[in-house]
Nanobody, 128 residues
């Protein structure tokens, strides 16, 4: 059973930085997901895809976070990261880690339905 556990959220002032981590467990030796991603959900809004990293290292970023956020992973530690710089109040949300084992194509944006595994989330609050 795959389990994803996020950490690293917190409160920061606008312009600050945070690094989120997502520890993945339950994959057999050498097993890796096809894609791991970060989604976020602000109060009263739909969950939206922020960034993703695919087998082979290619990445996807939502336009709202390009040049500010960086997604990366440490395969030896089975851990996904999201480095968030130049944070804005509109980045305030619950951030979720997601993973999927089977290949899929990204069209205009990341879709929740493409991912089978989810973490419980970590809160990020950015004050102005």
């Amino acid at each position: 059973q795959v389990e994803l556990v996020e950490s690293g959220g917190g409160s920061v002032q606008a312009g600050g930085s945070l690094r989120l981590s997502c520890a993945a467990s339950g994959y057999s030796d050498g097993g890796r997901p096809y894609c791991m991603a970060w989604f976020r959900q602000a109060p009263g809004k739909e969950r939206e895809g922020v960034a993703a990293i695919f087998t082979g290292g290619s990445t996807y970023y939502d336009e709202s976070v390009k040049d500010r956020f960086t997604i990366s992973q440490d395969n030896a530690k089975n851990t996904l990261y999201l480095q968030m710089n130049s944070l804005k109040p509109e980045d305030t949300a619950m951030y979720y880690c997601a993973a999927e084992d089977f290949p899929f194509r990204v069209h205009s944006r990341l879709e929740e339905t493409d991912f089978g595994y989810w973490g419980q989330g970590t809160q990020v609050t950015v004050s102005s």
